[in-house]
C-alpha cells in the first residue's frame, strides 16, 4: 500500500536542515532561527522542562549562528553539528514524521 501521508510545510526544510549530507546555507540556517524564535515565543511546552545548562547551551549554539550570518561566514563543521544537535534535541518528534 502507497503512503499518502501530506508532508508538512514545517517538515520539509526541518528534514533538509536535519539531514548531515545536506550543506547547510544561509537561507537553512535563517529559516530554522526563525523558527526556533517563534517556538521559543509561543513558549513551547515541549522545551519548558530544559535544566538552566541545556537551555545556555542551545543559546550559545543560536547565538553563535546568528554570529556567523552577521558575519557571513559558513558554519564550519563543528558548528554545523552543533546547531543540528540543538535542533534534534528541541524538535517535537510530531514535528518531523518518518
Same mark, same amino acid.
Given at each position: 500500500m502507497k503512503?499518502?501521508?501530506v508532508i508538512s510545510?514545517?517538515?520539509q526544510? /526541518?528534514?533538509r536542515i536535519l539531514?548531515? #549530507?545536506h550543506p547547510l546555507c544561509r537561507e537553512d540556517v535563517l529559516w530554522a532561527l526563525g523558527f526556533?524564535?517563534?517556538k521559543v515565543t509561543e513558549r513551547a511546552p515541549e522545551w519548558s522542562g530544559l535544566d538552566q545548562s541545556q537551555l545556555l547551551a542551545h543559546f550559545?549554539?543560536?547565538?553563535?549562528?546568528?554570529l556567523l550570518l552577521l558575519?557571513?561566514?559558513s558554519p564550519s563543521i563543528q558548528e554545523t553539528a552543533c546547531f543540528r544537535k540543538m535542533l534534534n534535541e /528541541? /524538535? #517535537?518528534p510530531d514535528w518531523i514524521k518518518n
Open positions: 503512503n499518502n501521508r510545510p514545517i517538515e526544510p /526541518l528534514r539531514d548531515p #549530507s526556533i524564535k517563534k550559545t549554539c543560536f547565538a553563535d549562528m546568528a558575519h557571513r561566514r /528541541l /524538535l #517535537s
